[in-house]
Each structure stands twice: as C-alpha cells, then as structure tokens.
C-alpha cells in the first residue's frame, strides 16, 4: 500500500533541482533542469531551461549559449520588444534526457549536458557545467530473468561441449500490468552474447505476468520440443536459468536486403550494400543479383571485393554455406559493397530504382523476400529551401531502426532568391502527431533566432531583423538555417510513417513550402525482411493480435483487388476479394505465427509481405 501511495502523489509530478545562479554586468543566469517521472513506464525525462535576465536591455539586444566546447551556438534570442529588464527562457539539450529506472544509481538520475557560455553584449559568463543528479523519489523495482539459448546437438537438455552457443538472438519478453490508473502490457527485448546468455529486465512493481519466447518466425527453424518450449510463462522474478536448448529444423529462409550510404544526389558517388542472408541451420548456396537503374554508373576500382560479375545491368555474386549456426553466429549473411554515381541528368525528385533478388532453394519458407524492388529519392543540397531529417533513413520511405532511432534531427535550409534583402524571415513547422513536442531541442542556427510555440505541435522559428542579403548582390549571405531534434515515442507501430514539412516566409511574401521528409518505424531485426518497406501497401498494426488494416496506395480508380493470406508452408488461410483500397483483415482463429500476404489486380501483383500474429 505504501507504495501505491507514493505513486498516486509523484506520479506526474515535475520535480525542479535547485540550481545556481550567475551573474556577470547586467546579466543574470540561472539554469533550471526539471525532471518528470513516468511510474507507469518506469523512466524518467530531464529537460534543462536557462532563466536569463538582463536587468538593463533594449530594443535589439541579443542573448547567445554557446557550446564551451566546440563554440557552435546552441540557441539565441532577440530583445524584439524592448522590454526592460529582459527575461527570456532559452532551453539546453540534454545528452540523456530520458533515463529509465533499471539504470539508476542510488536512486539518481544523472543528467548532463554541455558545458556552455552565455554571452549579452559585453557580459560573458563561461564554464557553466549542466550536471544534475535528481533524485527519483519513486522508482520502479525490477528484477531480472536470464538464461542461454544454444543448440542441443546431443538432446541431453543440458549445455555441455557437444552444444554450440548462439549470439545475437533476440528474445521477445512481454509483460502484462495493472496499476492504480491503468492495466495492458509492454514487449522488452535482450539480446544474447557471444556465449549464449541473455537477460532481460522486468518492472515488477505492478507486473501480473510476463512471458519469455523466441520471436515466432524464428521458431519455424526451432521448433518447440520438451527440452525447450517456444514460450516460458511466469509471474515471479528474478529467474535464472530459464534456457532455450533448441533443435534445428531443416527449414530455411533465404532473403536479400540492400541499405545504402548517404543521400543520392546528382553526379555525387554514394555506396550501395547489397546482401543476402539466411534464417536456418541447413546451408544455403547461390547467386545474389542486382539489377542497377540505368542513370547510375558502376565503378569496380571503388567497390569492395568480392567484386561481382558484370552482364550489362546486372551484377552478380556467388555466395556459399550461409547458414546461422556456423562460427557461432546467428543471421548468417553476405555483404557487397558498391560504389555508383548518378548521372548529372537526374533531378531532385527523381527516384532511382533497383531489383535485388537471389535463387529460390528447396526448403526455403518465404519466397516473397527473395526477390523485391527499392527505390531510393533523390535530393539535391543545392535547392535554395529545402528541409533534411537525420538519421534519413533506408529507401524512399525512409526506414529507421525500431529500437535506437529515437531522436530525429531536422534542418531547414533557406536562401533569399530575391532582389532585396529580406528583414524578417520566419519558418513555421507543424510537427507530426508521431513526435514528442515537449523533447523539441534547438541544435543550431545560422543567425539570431527566436522559436515560439504558436499552438500545440506548431512552431515557429522568428529570424527578426536579420537583413538577408539577396542572393544576386552576395550568394554566400544569402543563405540560412534552422536545427532542431525531437523524439519520437517509443514504441511505435511497424510501418508507422513520420513526415515533416516546413513553411518558410520572406518578409510578407507567400510561403515557400519545402519538400517532406520522411521515416518509416522498420521492425527489429529478426521480424523484418524489407519486402514491405517498399511495397505499393501498408499494413498496421503489424505484428496484431485481432485485426490489421491494409492500405493500397494506389492512384488508380475502380480497381478490384485480390487478398490472400498464406501460412509457411503455403497453405492459404485466408482469402477475399475488395474494392476498397483500405480495409481490415480479422485473425478469427488463425494460430499464431508468420504469414505472408499478397494483393493482386487482374495478373498485376499490387503488394506482398509479412504479417506476424501474436
């Protein structure tokens, strides 16, 4: 009961450190860091405010915080008003803003920023060091469950020497709770080391139940047998000892994949990662083929051995005994390296196209992610406005890592292209319902900047008097930029899509609206196969429980579609016919487990993929 009481008091509660002030001439700094606590997540989020007075300001002044460090400026603030004295509140990033309970020390969170330099007019105060230890005064207890996963080559259900360990396996562990405020269920995941062991973390102030299993599509080369079942259900930890002694299946699932080095620009060489990999103990032998865009131009001397053979178009590799117990490993695969270079002729806006596919072999279980088509968009830095998000992304939707790409930075180029230069300029964003607006941290700015808030989700970055020269009279003036990063919730749906567009406005001229960047939530490694990143339809939820949605993103009108849901072995389990180019798909019955869709019009195939059923 105590501690359901100390919950229902703290936990939305902000809590504020008590910070010191400094004062230089007519400036006065203090930094405020404040923590939040989220009893139901179990983390805690810092954020850190800088309280700055000028105590004798005017129109005009400026006031700057400056990475000691590295002297780039972080964020600025213009006296537009004339108020005198002058109070502005100027936020700092903080390098772990989010810091979850099972990684407290002595019940502390521990944030930190940089160390900065505040500078108004002749006023300069340096070597302000952001560390502050709040204290959580509620956390979360936890407890661990842990054990090996390795292959049982002799079925004695005992790891001994004729067993070999497997790494890099990831083990899915969702828990349900019930709190004074709510109840549902959370997925971790752990991963296990070169010697087979993992452990996973497991809240257990409100847990009712957890469960501890290999995801389902690794279970069709490991199949539940008495030594080791495919999900360990409990309601205590810790446990020790909770071990997968697996046997293989002769099943496997061969599948490529390509990701790419940078942005492709015209003229401007970027790398190329074709691959090809193989879920299942039994080897696999063939050839990997990619079929390059015409507007690119293939260069041997800069790509890494081994070097393909070249039949016009297409290049080809042979490849030998991949299969995901050799040396230890798990997720065996073969990687290329290719160097191309698009042709000056290609524009932004243009996508360039490729085909990856490898050799279907007997006993392979998914046919659908042998063989797939990518594009990749291409930008060019040299637009005078133009927006940018890091990490960009895999592909032309963008794909980004489900666990680690959790901040995402964006920057708005702008250049006056006008006669004259340009007295105010401002950017409005409005950010996308997938994006945390209260984590929004400005990174850099090109000249003295004022954001504000002008409604939820929308801001609004103010460059008041700054006197852009045009780009006619004096190029290299005439350009700007605005960055900024902001999280994303985590976790997020498969497939789940963040765009953002910014508008830009010179003066009183319309807006210039620039191009719409995008990232696409990919599924951990282990469930995606990257057939569906750059498939014509969307699916989510995906994994679901009870129903998904289908999403057909076509143009075309009055057009019919076929759907057709077929398990591993290729027994279809579900069909039908629509005209609609969204609709649901229930589970009614159907086991858990890996599935594969595909959609057709007439003899066009419109999108195929996979679909996990929890």
């Known amino acids: 009961m105590k501690k359901i009481y100390l919950l229902l008091l703290i936990c939305s509660a902000t809590i504020a450190a008590k910070a010191q002030s400094y004062m230089q001439g007519d400036l006065n700094v203090m930094p405020q860091p404040m923590m939040a606590h989220d009893s139901n997540m179990c983390y805690s989020t810092g954020t850190l405010m800088y309280m700055i007075n000028i105590s004798n300001s005017f129109m005009g002044d400026s006031v700057k915080i400056k990475d000691q460090g590295t002297n780039t400026l972080i964020v600025s603030d ?12 100027l936020p700092v990033p903080i390098f772990n803003s989010m810091i979850p309970d099972d990684q407290l020390t002595g019940g502390m969170a521990n944030f930190f920023g940089p160390t900065v330099t505040v500078i108004s007019g002749p006023d300069t105060i340096s070597n302000i060091n952001n560390f502050y230890p709040l204290m959580v005064s509620n956390p979360c207890d936890y407890g661990m469950v842990s054990g090996r996963v390795y292959i049982d080559n002799n079925m004695d259900c005992a790891f001994n020497s004729g067993d070999q360990s497997l790494s890099s396996i990831p083990l899915m562990a969702p828990f349900n709770y019930t709190n004074p405020f709510s109840s549902g269920s959370t997925t971790l995941m752990g991963y296990t080391d070169m010697n087979g062991l993992y452990s996973v973390n497991i809240q257990q102030d409100w847990m009712t139940g957890y469960s501890v299993s290999l995801p389902s599509n690794y279970q069709f080369m490991f199949p539940s047998a008495a030594c080791s079942p495919s999900v360990y259900n409990g309601t205590t930890v810790p446990q020790n000892n909770i071990d997968f002694a697996l046997q293989c299946s002769s099943n ?62 297409t290049l080809t590799w042979n490849y030998a005994n991949l299969t995901n117990i050799s040396s230890g490993g798990y997720w065996n695969s073969f990687f290329a390296n290719i160097h191309l270079t698009p042709i000056t002729s290609v524009t932004a806006g243009d996508q360039l196209c490729f085909r990856i596919f490898t050799d279907v072999l007997p006993g392979d279980v998914d046919l659908l992610n042998n063989d797939y088509n990518f594009c990749l968009p291409v930008v060019n830095s040299y637009d005078p406005n133009f927006k940018e998000v890091s990490p960009a992304g895999v592909g032309m939707n963008g794909g980004i890592d489900y666990f680690a790409d959790t901040v995402l930075t964006y920057t708005v180029h702008f250049q006056n292209t006008g006669n004259a230069p340009a007295i105010n300029v401002a950017i409005i964003d409005t950010l996308d319902t997938d994006l945390i607006p209260s984590s929004l941290q400005i990174v850099g700015s090109s000249h003295a900047m004022s954001p504000e808030w002008i409604s939820p989700g929308v801001v609004k970055f103010n460059f008041n008097n700054i006197y852009l020269a045009d780009s006619t009279s004096n190029e ?58 750059f498939s014509n339809v969307s699916v989510y939820p995906n994994p679901f429980t009870e129903q998904t949605t289908f999403v057909i993103n076509s143009s075309n009108l009055n057009e019919s579609y076929d759907f057709q849901l077929t398990d591993v072995l290729g027994k279809t389990v579900k069909s039908t016919r629509t005209n609609e180019k969204q609709f649901s798909v229930s589970r009614n019955g159907i086991n858990s487990g890996i599935y594969f869709y595909t959609i057709t019009s007439g003899h066009e195939v419109v999108g195929k993929g996979k679909v996990v059923i929890k």
Not at 79 to 89: E, I, L, R
Not at 287 to 298: F, I
């Open 476 to 533: 290299p003036a005439s350009h700007g930029s605005v960055s900024f990063r902001i999280k994303r919730p985590y976790p997020l749906g498969f497939n789940t899509q963040i765009k953002n567009t910014a508008h830009i406005y010179f003066d009183f001229n319309p807006a210039i609206v620039t191009n719409t960047v995008v990232n696409t939530i990919l599924e951990p490694v282990g469930i995606a196969d990257g057939s569906q990143i």
């Open 252 to 313: 496997i699932d061969v599948q490529t994949y390509a990701g790419s080095a940078g942005v492709v620009r015209p003229g401007m060489p970027f790398y190329l990662f074709p691959s090809v990999s193989n879920t299942g103990c039994n080897t696999a032998s063939g050839s990997l083929r990619l079929v390059l865009d015409n507007r690119v131009v293939y260069n041997s001397a800069q790509s890494s051995v081994p070097l393909p053979a070249v039949s016009g178009d």
């Open 78 to 89: 213009v006296n537009t008003s004339g108020a005198n004295p002058w109070m502005v509140y």
